[in-house]
């Protein structure tokens, strides 16, 4: 009976391990949301200052989370939106407007993949 409980106590720190990681997750997810919506309303506005500002904060926030939900997240996933930062940037210095518009949208499509892709859902359990 002492090794049932056991086992039971285990999935109960591996589950509540797994609900605070999805937590956390989700927390830095709207908050990237939340700058890259910002973004791509100041490119459509055409806001030079402001786009430039949006991609640095970007770029800052994804460097402050990226080394610890590199732990449980895919690197490829995480590589890509290294990459896209680094462009985002770029794009946002010689005002390339279409390209940083399409160059927001991936990276908001690729933050909300991450996000999809850890919650468990059937399909993603299956």
Known sequence: MKRV???VGLVAVILAGG???LWHLEGIAGGLQATLDQ????VEERE???ILALARQFQDQWEGVEPGIRRYIHHDELDAITGGCARL???ARYRDYGELAAETDRMRHLVAHILESERPTLGNIL
Not at 39 to 42: G, K, N, S, T
């Open 5 to 7: 409980w056991i086992a």
């Open 19 to 21: 609900m605070l990681a």
């Open 39 to 42: 973004l791509a309303q100041a």
């Open 48 to 50: 030079d200052g402001r």
């Open 89 to 91: 940037a770029a794009l």
